[in-house]
């Protein structure tokens, strides 16, 4: 089972630069994320999907943009690159069942480490 | 306010000796609380679950955690330390404020296994 995709694992960007960090999941999930992992910071949501065609912001949402196509894919794209997105991104998705979605577990991504220089 | 804290940001056991997490929460509803784990250079991984069945909750790898609800704590215990339980733990709730629920991740506690 593969789970969550993620690609690529490590990319190194100079300022400036765009690149789409991809994301894949063969579960079915309608429920998609995209968190970003900071020492001392924990985990911060960036940008969420319901499901294909509806995406919402979360907390840490500039300079990144979302789409959502079809259920499988979630791909989050890096409009201009700046050093203050180093670090270390995590694709998750879930189950969204309509009475009790809030007790689906998410399931993460191995992640991709970027670093911008 | 929903919030969670996970009291220790370090905790060090000798292999063979009882591993204890502790973490508190916070929350205006009913929430169900996760425990996940990150190896190094790995994604989070579900460790347990808590979704108002029983609160004594067994996870993998030898893990449990107990729900106390006057306490409003999550602890994750296990008996016996493995080298192979060196990584970083994560202790979530989730309460159903929100359209699609509201997740909270503690900041996390670096567990050390020594020989």
């Known amino acids: 089972n593969a789970g969550v995709t993620q690609t690529p694992k490590f990319q190194v960007l100079k300022t400036g630069q765009s690149m789409t960090l991809q994301c894949a999941q063969d579960?079915?999930?309608?429920?998609m994320s995209w968190y970003r992992q900071d020492p001392g910071m924990g985990l911060r949501l960036i940008h969420y999907?319901?499901?294909?065609?509806?995406?919402d912001q979360g907390e840490v949402p500039n300079g990144y943009n979302v789409s959502r196509s079809t259920t499988e894919d979630f791909p989050l794209r890096l409009l201009s690159a700046a050093p203050s997105q180093t670090s270390v991104y995590f694709c998750?998705?879930?189950?969204?069942?309509?009475?009790?979605?809030?007790?689906?577990?998410?399931?993460f991504g191995n992640g991709t480490r970027l670093t911008v220089t | 306010a929903q919030s969670v804290t996970q009291l220790d940001s370090h905790v060090s056991v000798s292999e063979g000796t009882p591993v204890l997490l502790r973490c508190n929460y916070s929350s205006s509803y009913s929430p169900s609380l996760f425990w996940y784990v990150q190896h190094p250079n790995k994604g989070l991984q579900l460790l347990l679950k808590?979704?108002?069945?029983?609160?004594l909750v067994k996870g993998i790898n030898g893990f449990e955690a107990e729900f106390k609800k006057s306490e409003t704590s999550f602890h994750l215990t296990k008996p016996s330390a493995h080298m192979s339980d060196a990584a970083e733990y994560f202790c979530v709730v989730s309460t159903p404020r929100g359209s699609q629920g509201n997740l909270i991740f503690g900041k996390g506690t670096k567990l050390s296994v020594k020989p």
């Open positions: 999907s319901v499901g294909a065609g509806i995406t």
């Open positions: 579960m079915n999930h309608e429920y």
């Open positions: 808590y979704t108002s069945a029983a609160t």
């Open positions: 998750a998705s879930r189950l969204r069942d309509s009475l009790n979605h809030y007790n689906s577990p998410l399931h």
